[in-house]
C-alpha cells in the first residue's frame, strides 16, 4: 500500500520546521509512505497478528523562491538567489527514508461492535445464501 504525499508546512498537522536550522536546511517538503502488510490468522487462540515493513519518504528541493522570505531574518529569499544566478550556487533535490518493523496482535473480536466478524467467516461462495 503507498499513501498520497503530504507537504509539511501547510497545516498544523504536518507544520513548517519549528527549530531555525531545520528551516534554513529544509524549510517545507514532501513526504509519503509505503508498507507492506502481512497477517497471520490463529482462529485456534482468536488472534490476527500484523506484521508491516514500512518506509517513509521525503523529498524536497533546497532552491531559494523569489516570492518568499527567511522566517527567521525576514531576508528575502531572492537576496541569497543571486548566488544561484551568478553560478556561486546551485538548487538541488534532497531525498530521505525512513524505514520502520512494526508488528502486534489482536484478538480476532477485537471490533467493539457485537455484529462485527472477521472477514474469512463472512466468506460466502457465489450465489450462496
Known amino acids: ?22 528551516q534554513k536546511s529544509v524549510g517545507g517538503f514532501t513526504i509519503w509512505m509505503d508498507a507492506t502488510v502481512a497477517v497471520q490468522m490463529d482462529p485456534t487462540v482468536g488472534t490476527r497478528h500484523f506484521t508491516i515493513d514500512l518506509t517513509v519518504h521525503g523529498a524536497d528541493r533546497y532552491n531559494f523562491d523569489p516570492r518568499k ?7 528575502p529569499d531572492a537576496v541569497n538567489g543571486r548566488f ?14 525512513l524505514k520502520r518493523a512494526i508488528s502486534f496482535t489482536v484478538g480476532l473480536r477485537h471490533n467493539a461492535d457485537p455484529r462485527a466478524k472477521p472477514g474469512d467467516q463472512n466468506v460466502k461462495k457465489p450465489g450462496a445464501r
Open 69 to 75: 522570505k527567511d522566517m527567521g531574518s525576514g531576508t
Open 1 to 22: 500500500m503507498q499513501t498520497d504525499g503530504v507537504t509539511c508546512g501547510d497545516s498544523a498537522r504536518y507544520p513548517y520546521p519549528a527549530t531555525e536550522n531545520w
Open 84 to 97: 544561484e544566478v551568478s553560478g556561486l550556487g546551485h538548487e538541488f533535490m534532497q531525498y530521505g527514508t
